[in-house]
């Protein structure tokens, strides 16, 4: 069974860092994708950033220049370095990891920023 579990979420203030992590397990397939998304109260979810095998990244608009994505497809690993944060990034943090026509979903990690 594949398991996705994020951690590194956490209460910060703005203009402060946190580190998000997802490790997974029961994957026994190549993955094509690794990416973050984000849903905040009310809101769909998004994309905040992905990472392709290849090492090709996407960013959306909102967080270039202050995150920054991390994937190891030989450890099925990723992690999301998140600076210079702002308020409106308050949200559930969700990790996914795509093959050919499936994709995974981690449970979420809380992120809150606020002074």
């Known amino acids: 069974q594949v398991r996705l579990v994020e951690s590194g979420g956490g209460f910060v203030q703005p203009a402060g860092s946190l580190r998000l992590s997802c490790a997974t397990s029961?994957?026994?397939?190549?993955?094509?994708?690794m990416g973050w998304y984000r849903q905040a109260p009310g809101k769909q979810r998004e994309l905040v950033a992905s990472i392709t095998s290849s090492g090709s990244t996407t960013y959306a608009d909102s967080v270039k220049g202050r995150f920054t994505i991390s994937g190891d497809f030989t450890k099925n690993a990723m992690s999301l370095q998140m600076n210079s944060l702002k308020p409106e990034d308050t949200a559930v943090y969700y990790c996914n990891v795509n093959r050919p026509y499936r994709g995974y979903w981690g449970q979420g990690t809380q992120v809150t920023v606020s002074s």
């Open positions: 029961g994957i026994t397939f190549s993955i094509t994708t």
